[in-house]
Structure formats: C-alpha cells, structure tokens
C-alpha cells in the first residue's frame, strides 16, 4: 500500500519560502506521477504541480504558480519536494501530496488514487 506523508507547511510572510515535503513509501515509483494539490475550503481541490518519477523534463505546474514555485524528487529518498518562493496571501491553504502511476493528465485530480493527509500553509499579508 502506498502512503504519503507530507511535511514543512506552517507560517510565512508574504514573499517569504516554504519547502514542502511528500515522503513516498509502499512500492518503487519508476513510471508513477506525484503531485501537488491545494483545496481551501469551500472551494475545489486545485492542482499546484506535478512531477513525473522517470524521464527528463517530467514537469508540470499550474499558471498560478509558475515562476514561483518549484518541484522536485529525489529518488534516493523517495521525495518529492515544492520549493514555494514570493510567497502570497492567495497561496493559503492546505496542500495536498499525490500519486498514481501512468497517469495521462497530470493536472486533473480524479487521475490520482493515492493522497496525503494534507499541511497547512499559511501566508500572512
């Protein structure tokens, strides 16, 4: 079974950094896809970015994000990281880790069956 944790949310002020962690564990992820999400509530569960385990260049991020937030992996430890910089107030909310493998469309949600519990990200204005 696979399992996410994810780590590093917490407080930060407006143009400040966060690097957020998704520790993977269950199985090897050779051909699998991790991602980020992030939901406020009331509102959908949107994607952040996405990374694709193998092949070069496997990166994909959301309009909103781009310039600004980072993804990583380092297959060594089964991590995938999201290096959040020029933080904003919008970007409050909780994030979410997830994976599946051989997923064709990384940026839509009901493509992944595995997901983290969520850490909070706050962005104090």
């Known amino acids: 079974q696979v399992q996410l944790v994810e780590s590093g949310g917490g407080l930060v002020q407006a143009g400040g950094s966060l690097r957020l962690s998704c520790a993977a564990s269950?199985?090897?992820?050779?051909?699998?896809?991790i991602a980020w999400f992030r939901q406020a509530p009331g509102k959908e569960r949107e994607f952040v970015a996405a990374?694709?385990?193998?092949?070069?260049?496997?990166?994909y991020y959301a309009d909103s994000v781009k310039g600004r937030f980072t993804i990583t992996r380092d297959r060594a430890k089964n991590t995938v990281y999201l290096q959040m910089n020029t933080m904003r107030a919008e970007d409050t909310t909780v994030y979410y880790c997830?994976?599946?493998?051989?997923?064709?469309?990384?940026?839509?949600?009901?493509?992944?069956?595995?997901w983290g519990q969520g850490t909070q990200v706050t962005v104090s204005s």
């Open positions: 997830a994976a599946s493998p051989n997923v064709a469309d990384p940026m839509r949600r009901f493509n992944y069956a595995n």
């Open positions: 269950g199985r090897t992820f050779s051909t699998w896809t």
């Open positions: 990374i694709k385990w193998g092949g070069e260049n496997p990166y």
